[in-house]
């Protein structure tokens, strides 16, 4: 075999067989029968046409919605999820202050000794500020130096923090709130004033003869019976003075109100009333007026003139019970001993409120003369015209003190 590839004298290699076909080879072999050859492949491939019908073109155009909606979705969750966590970590949605003068009133409490922090935290707690560290960057700003009084502030709810501070270094604004409730006795409201105005009891105690400074009736032995309950708010700079002419003003006016202006009559309903009081619960109250009237008109029936009230003797014996000796029953050196004393005691043994002053004064007018409670529980209280029926009630109250032991003494 030669080297040489032009050597024509070189064995040829066959040419492969060619499929056989019904003409002559050559080109018009090509164009023979295109329809049962295979689809070419390659780049003829690429631009091959595919015949959609209308309900495919219509599915294909929905999944590709369905998948750009869900992607869109995922996106905005993925986002939404990372802007709540750098929030929470940065706080940057938190409401640091409120605008305006604020929404609801409210009254706020500043107590003797608290720091300017605890005041923030409170008023933040209690909704009047957004934000207790604005509150005081506000505060440190024109107040660096000043003390917020103690006392009670009429502010508002969502106040901003440059109002809530306005108004609580307004001296104007600034109180002593006392809460004086009902069956107290003068002793005792005179220490629930000391502790809310900050002023000594025995400041009190030098007024407690002087009715005259007050306008009170001189049959009144005392400020018993003047002392009204209720809430009161007096200036930082009252007085003890200021403070109880303030609670006789308060009681004058609900006599005023009932048509009370005469002294006795004064004497009278404030007396009555501050025993109704210590007797029965509110219901009761003109029932039992009427029937202390009914004792105290009628001296030669069963009562004998005798009001009877349990309460009265232990106020004369200076303690606070509805038990007491036989002796101490009899003992007609008590000034407010109304078993042993007929008619009404020297005074009043507290100071009653509205709806017992109302009571006193337009008493029911009933048969009764006796009442007794019951129940100490519930106040159930029962009434009678007679003495007799009076003990069967009286049986059923020790009946009860029996099942209750201790309640009764």
């Not at 219901?283 to 029937?291: F, L, M, N, P, S």
């Amino acid at each position: 075999m030669s080297d040489d590839p032009y050597d024509q004298s070189a064995p040829r290699r066959p040419d492969p067989p060619r499929e056989p076909s019904g003409t002559a080879g050559g080109l018009g072999s090509l164009l023979d029968e295109p329809s049962s050859r295979e689809p070419a492949h390659g780049l003829r491939g690429v631009f091959e046409h595919v015949e959609l019908t209308p309900e495919q073109i219509k599915r294909r155009m929905r999944r590709g919605r369905v998948s750009l909606t869900t992607a869109v979705a995922l996106f905005l969750l993925a986002a939404l999820i990372t802007v709540s966590v750098l929030a929470s970590t940065f706080g940057w949605f938190e409401v640091r202050d409120y605008g305006g003068e604020g929404k609801d009133p409210v009254t706020f409490s500043v107590s003797e000794g608290a720091t300017t922090g605890q005041i923030a935290v409170a008023l933040e707690q209690q909704g009047v500020v957004a934000d207790a560290g604005t509150f005081l960057e506000t505060y440190q700003e024109e107040h660096a130096e000043e003390f917020i009084q103690p006392g009670q502030y009429e502010l508002r709810t969502e106040m901003s923090s440059e109002a809530a501070v306005d108004a609580l270094m307004e001296e104007d604004e600034a109180t002593h709130y006392a809460a004086v409730a009902q069956t107290l006795r003068m002793t005792e409201v005179f220490e629930i004033l000391s502790r809310s105005t900050g002023i000594p009891v025995s400041e009190f105690e030098a007024y407690e003869e002087d009715t005259e400074t007050f306008g009170i009736p001189d049959r009144f032995p005392t400020l018993e019976g003047w002392l009204h309950p209720g809430e009161y708010r007096f200036a930082l700079d009252a007085t003890a003075e200021d403070v109880l002419q303030a609670m006789v003003d308060r009681t004058r006016t609900t006599l005023e109100d009932n048509g009370v202006t005469e002294p006795d009559q004064q004497f009278e309903v404030l007396t009555i009333g501050s025993i109704i009081e210590f007797e029965v619960q509110p219901e009761h109250y003109d029932i039992v007026a009427g029937a202390i009237e009914n004792r105290l008109e009628n001296p030669e029936g069963e009562t004998s003139g005798f009001i009877q009230s349990d309460a009265s003797v232990t106020y004369g014996l200076g303690r606070k019970s509805y038990d007491f000796s036989d002796e101490e029953r009899r003992d007609t050196s008590n000034p407010y001993n109304t078993f042993a004393n007929p008619g009404l005691p020297v005074g009043p043994i507290g100071s009653p409120g509205d709806a017992a002053i109302k009571a006193a004064a337009d008493p029911q007018d009933t048969g009764y003369y006796f009442w007794v409670t019951v129940n100490l529980e519930t106040g159930e209280t029962k009434f009678a015209e007679t003495y007799a029926e009076h003990l069967e009630n009286v049986e059923e109250y020790n009946q009860w003190c029996s099942e209750n032991e201790g309640r009764c003494g």
